[in-house]
């Protein structure tokens, strides 16, 4: 029998190494960013369920539910993070402003929110900001367009 396999090594005659090479590069350059997905995934999903760990759906229903629509968008945006970090890496600053407004919106949304969703809050807030500018800056680092 003859020997058909190719060599997977031997691509020197091929015409599209190079924009093969370049494609490459680009796809796990774009890895940098998805670094920190884990925890913004965390993130969204404690903003999503914290008015049940706190017990404030009752008297605070238009919170519950913004928390909860808030901590599905980071999750996703976590998700995109993973599955295309190159593409996602444009919507760093989204996320900081998600973060800003967490922390503001006890006070815009809520009525008479007490200190534990205040914190519970501004704690998820400032890690969603911290989270954004981390990815801003290791995408900026890397020399994407943010």
Known sequence: MADVSHSRSDLSGHPDVPEMRERYARMLGG????????PMFLVGLFCALSPWILH??????????????????????AV?????PGRMSLLTRALC???????????IVGTNPD??????NAVAGGITCLLGLLCAAVAMRSGRKV
């Not at 890895?31 to 884990?38: F, I, K, P, Q, Y």
């Not at 995109?80 to 295309?84: D, E, K, V």
């Open 31 to 38: 890895r940098d960013v998805a670094r920190l997905d884990g």
């Open 115 to 120: 200190a534990g969703i205040i914190w519970t």
């Open 56 to 77: 404030f759906t009752g008297n605070q229903p238009a919170l519950a539910a913004h928390n909860l629509i808030m901590g599905a968008a980071i999750v996703v945006m």
């Open 97 to 107: 402003a998600m973060g800003v407004w967490l922390i503001i919106a006890p006070w």
């Open 80 to 84: 995109g993070f993973t599955l295309n």
